[in-house]
């Protein structure tokens, strides 16, 4: 049986209070669109699980904890072999195994919260992780009551098809 933990009590209850508003703020979503920029339906859901996100450009958004998420849609993005680029610095997530499918870039510490109904949330099926070396992040599945454990990637690692059990992540915390 795989190694579980929880959140601290105090840590869980605010991640908690970020997941209850998955819905987070429509104005904002609405904001960017009338700003002449339609949001992808996946950043988009990013930006509301996230409240007080902005967005940078058509497919870059800033969490209001400073982290930095670039979407690629699968039809943007090529692999040609194993690993795929990822920039120094960012933790690189891909929708298919060896890289392939869509692409969600993370830059900057903190956490972020990747699940909502046209999100990410168990989306997880490859990943390279180039941020500075020794750097952890953390992999979460929201139970429906608390954010559980599923597992860390200490840079400088990859995995071109994660364990099952990352399948779950429905947050992510950088660094």
């Known amino acids: 049986m795989p190694r579980r933990k929880t959140l601290t009590t105090g840590a869980a209850a605010l ?10 703020s429509p104005a904002q979503a609405d904001d960017a669109r009338a ?8 950043l988009d859901a990013l930006m509301r699980a996230n409240p007080g996100a902005k967005q940078l450009d058509d497919r870059t958004i800033e969490l ?15 692999v040609a072999a194993w690993p795929p680029s990822c920039d120094y610095g960012w933790l690189c997530l891909f929708s298919g195994i060896q890289g392939g499918g869509d692409r969600l870039n993370l830059f900057r510490c903190g956490f972020v919260n990747i699940g909502s109904v046209y999100g990410w949330s168990d989306k997880l099926r490859s ?20 954010w559980e454990w599923l597992g ?10 994660v364990p099952t059990r990352l399948w779950y992540t429905d947050a992510i915390t950088v660094c």
């Open 15 to 24: 991640l908690a209070a970020t997941a209850l508003v998955l819905s987070g």
């Open 64 to 78: 209001r904890n400073g982290v930095v998420a670039r979407l690629t849609p699968a039809s943007e993005s090529s």
């Open 35 to 42: 700003a002449g920029t339609r949001l992808p339906a996946e």
């Open 152 to 161: 860390d990637s200490v840079a400088k690692d990859q995995s071109p098809n």
């Open 127 to 146: 990943y390279v992780n180039n941020q500075t070396p020794g750097t952890r992040s953390s992999f979460y599945n929201w139970t429906g009551s608390q």
